[in-house]
C-alpha cells in the first residue's frame, strides 16, 4: 500500500457510508471548493467511466485546454487520483492539502470523502479550463454529488456491481447513477438497456434535463479499421480507438458527443480517439518483469481491470477480436475481490477457450481454489497458481501465445506497481 492510502486509511473510518451530509459539512469549512472549479464534467457509470473520461480529457487537451480529472480507484500510487491541468498532484500538494482537511474537527469523514474533499480544493486552486470529475459509486448519495452546477452530465453503461450499496435491480442502479443529473446541465447518456434508459429518461424529466442519447441522437461505429460518428447534424470518420476492444468504439462515441458540446473541433476529437490512454483497460504489456518474461517466451501480455459480467462481456468481446484477427493459445489469469459476480464474469468468458489460472492478491480477494471452481463450472479449464508470477510461468510452459491478467483492479495495481517502468503517469 502506497504511503498516501495508509495514512488515509489510519486517519479515517474503514467504510463506505452513502451520504452527502457529512461531505457539505467538510466542504463548507473548507470554503466551498466545489463551487470554485472550473466548468465540470460529471461521469457516473458501471463501467467504462474511466475510459469515456480518458478520451474526452485527450480530446480536450488536443483542442489546447487545461484539464483537471479526478478519477478512482488508483492503481499504484495515490495520485493518479487527481491530475491537475495535465499532471499528477505532487506529493507536497497533496500532503499539505490533507492537512487542511485532517486539521478540521468534529467531522469523521470516509476515506473517499476526505480524497474527494483533497481532490476539489486542489482543483479550486489549480487554474484549468475544465474539470472532468468520475462518480466512486452510484450517484445520487456519492460524495462528488456535492456539485450543484455542473457543465455537462455523463452516464456511462449502466448494469450490475456494488449490489451491496446499489441493489440487485437495473433499475434501482440507473435511478442512482441518474441522481448526477442536474438541471442547467444537458445529460449526455451511453446506449442503455430498455430498463435503465426508461429509469434514466423518467429522473431527467423530472429534473427538467435535456439529454443527449446514444443510438437515438448520435452514434458510432467502426468501419474499414477506423471509426465513425455521425449525430444529427454531421457524420466524419475517426481513427480506431488507441485503447483496445470493441466496446472502446462506444466510449469513443460518447466522449466524442462530450467533445462535440464544448465546441471541440473535429481535428481534436480525432487527435483524443487516436492517442487517449487509460492504464489497465486492455493495456499491452511488455515491461515491468510480467512483460519482459512474457517477451522473453514470444508471447503477449495484457492487462485489464474489468471485474463485473458487464466488463466480462467487453473482454470476451476484445479476445474473440484479437483472436479472429491473430489466433494464439490462450490464458487467462484471474483474480477477483470475494463479493464480486464471479459467476457471471466466468459465464461472459466461457466461449473463449482460454485456460484459466486463478490467483490471490493482497485485500478481500477470493480464495484461488475457490475461484477456480466457479470457473470450471461454467465450462472453463482452471486451476488455482500461488502467484501471479507462478501463474504466467505455467501458462507459457503451456504454451500460450496470449496472456490476459483480469479481474480486478486491485490485482492490475499489483502487477503494474511491481516495476517503476510500468507506474500509471
Not at 273 to 292: C, F, K
Request: glycine share 10%.
Amino acid at each position: 500500500m502506497d504511503p498516501v492510502s495508509e495514512r488515509l486509511r489510519a486517519r479515517h473510518p474503514q467504510k463506505i457510508d452513502l451520504s452527502l451530509d457529512r461531505m457539505r459539512t467538510l466542504c463548507a469549512v473548507l470554503g466551498e471548493p466545489q463551487h470554485r472549479l472550473p466548468p465540470v464534467i460529471h461521469v457516473a457509470g458501471t463501467n467504462g467511466k474511466g475510459s469515456t473520461i480518458a478520451f474526452i480529457r485527450a480530446m480536450a487537451e488536443a483542442a489546447g485546454l487545461k484539464v483537471h480529472v479526478y478519477t478512482s480507484p488508483h492503481l499504484v500510487r495515490f495520485n493518479e487520483r487527481i491530475r491537475l491541468a495535465g499532471e499528477l498532484i505532487s506529493d507536497a500538494q497533496l500532503s499539505a492539502i490533507l492537512d487542511r482537511i485532517e486539521g478540521v474537527k468534529g467531522v469523521e469523514t470516509t476515506v473517499f470523502e476526505s480524497t474527494t474533499a483533497a481532490a476539489f480544493v486542489a482543483m479550486a486552486e489549480t487554474p484549468a479550463d475544465l474539470a472532468i470529475i468520475e462518480v466512486g459509486l452510484g450517484g445520487t448519495l456519492d460524495a462528488t454529488n456535492v456539485i450543484e452546477r455542473p457543465l455537462l452530465s455523463v452516464i456511462a453503461p449502466v448494469d450490475l456491481d456494488h449490489a451491496e450499496f446499489l441493489g440487485t435491480e437495473i433499475a434501482g442502479i440507473a435511478g442512482e447513477k441518474a441522481g448526477i443529473l442536474k438541471a442547467g446541465a444537458r445529460g449526455l447518456i451511453a446506449r442503455q438497456s430498455e430498463e435503465a434508459m426508461a429509469v434514466i429518461e423518467a429522473k431527467a424529466s423530472v429534473a427538467g434535463v435535456p439529454l443527449t442519447v446514444m443510438g437515438v441522437d448520435f452514434d458510432a461505429w467502426d468501419e474499414r479499421g477506423g471509426m465513425v460518428f455521425q449525430d444529427q447534424e454531421q457524420a466524419f470518420d475517426l481513427p480506431a480507438p488507441a485503447l483496445k476492444g470493441p466496446h472502446q468504439v462506444a466510449n469513443a462515441g460518447l466522449a466524442a458527443a462530450v467533445a462535440l458540446e464544448l465546441g471541440l473541433s473535429v481535428e481534436a476529437i480525432a487527435a483524443g480517439v487516436a492517442n487517449a490512454t487509460w492504464p489497465a483497460r486492455m493495456q499491452r504489456l511488455s515491461a515491468g518483469p510480467y512483460g519482459e518474461k512474457a517477451r522473453a517466451a514470444e508471447a503477449e501480455l495484457w492487462l485489464d481491470g474489468g471485474h463485473n459480467p458487464h466488463a466480462g462481456r467487453a473482454l470476451a468481446e476484445a479476445l474473440a477480436e484479437h483472436q479472429r484477427k491473430a489466433p494464439r493459445p490462450l490464458a487467462l489469469i484471474v483474480g477477483m475481490l470475494a463479493n464480486k459476480d464471479h459467476g457471471g464474469f466466468f459465464e461472459a468468458l466461457r466461449d473463449s477457450d482460454a485456460h484459466v489460472l486463478t490467483v490471490g492478491f493482497e485485500g478481500a480477494a477470493a480464495e484461488p481454489e475457490a475461484l477456480a471452481a466457479v470457473a470450471r463450472g461454467h465450462g472453463l479449464g482452471a486451476q488455482a497458481a500461488e502467484s501471479v508470477e507462478a501463474a504466467l510461468d505455467r501458462a507459457l510452459r503451456l504454451g500460450a501465445g496470449r496472456v490476459v491478467i483480469c479481474g480486478s483492479l486491485y490485482l492490475a495495481g499489483e502487477v503494474l506497481g511491481a516495476s517503476e517502468e510500468t507506474w500509471p503517469r
